[in-house]
């Protein structure tokens, strides 16, 4: 069966303090992992998506990687506004073609 | 560009009635939408694959007579809540894979529709 585990559940930093999120998967037959940021109320915004072990790609502040087995979500000199749940997904091989299994998110607060 | 709507954005509606979600791909032709549902404090979970000209796959524990999806043209699909109840309450959000870059698999989300059943 398909997993994706997100940790840490919340993480609270202060502006400026840089950190990871993790995401582990166990698949068979890895087409993608995405990342995605969901703000209170509102549908989940993309972020990024990493198909191959050793991909990183970059957005502002963040910048996700990959490996076999999990991907991390690095946070540079976060600011408020990057306060949000953080999704990462992997499209499964259940009965919904390319439907995507989420993990549960890791809530992040910046503080000012 | 890859811009999904959902309409309306927030729904009551007494127990027993039917309500309709709408979700349209604004720039994009999708020939997939995906419907899924998101509990409080909670992760997103598919509920159905919504393929366009044919019948919904949903997925294990989802009733199908219960929530109705039509997908009629590449940039609209609609879930019906038919005889809502209120352990139906909950944030339904779409997503629409792109017809042209649809092998990367990526999906991109509509704003949800929080729906409140009395």
């Known amino acids: 069966e398909d997993q994706v585990t997100q940790s840490p559940e919340a993480l609270r930093l202060q502006e400026g303090e840089s950190s990871s999120l993790n995401c582990s998967y166990t698949?068979?037959?890895?087409?993608?992992l995405f990342w995605y940021r969901q703000d209170p109320g509102k549908g989940p915004e993309f972020l990024f998506t990493?198909?191959?072990a050793g991909e990183e790609k970059e957005k502002e502040r963040l910048k996700a990687t990959l490996t076999k087995k999990e991907s991390f979500l690095h946070i540079t000199a976060p600011k408020p506004e990057d306060s949000a749940t953080y999704l990462c997904?992997?499209?499964?091989?259940?009965?919904?073609?390319?439907?995507?299994?989420f993990g549960k998110g890791t809530h992040l607060i910046i503080q000012p | 560009g890859a811009v999904v709507s959902q309409h309306p954005s927030r729904v009551i509606c007494k127990s027993g009635t039917s309500v309709k979600i709408e979700c349209r791909s604004l720039?994009?032709?999708?020939?997939?939408m995906f419907w899924y549902r998101q509990f409080p404090k909670q992760s997103l979970m598919l509920m159905a694959t919504?393929?366009?000209?044919?019948?919904?796959?949903?997925e294990q524990g989802v009733e199908k007579d219960k929530f109705l999806i039509n997908h009629a043209s590449l940039t609209l699909s609609t879930l019906t809540v038919t005889s809502a109840h209120p352990e139906d309450s909950s944030f339904y959000i779409c997503?629409?894979?792109?017809?042209?870059?649809?092998?990367?698999?990526?999906?991109?989300f509509g704003p949800g529709t929080r729906l409140t059943v009395l």
């Open positions: 997503s629409a894979r792109d017809r042209v870059s649809s092998f990367l698999n990526e999906q991109f």
């Open positions: 698949v068979s037959g890895l087409r993608g």
């Open positions: 990493l198909y191959s």
């Open positions: 997904a992997v499209p499964y091989s259940g009965g919904g073609a390319d439907g995507l299994t």
């Open positions: 720039d994009f032709q999708a020939t997939t």
């Open positions: 919504s393929n366009e000209g044919s019948k919904a796959t949903y």
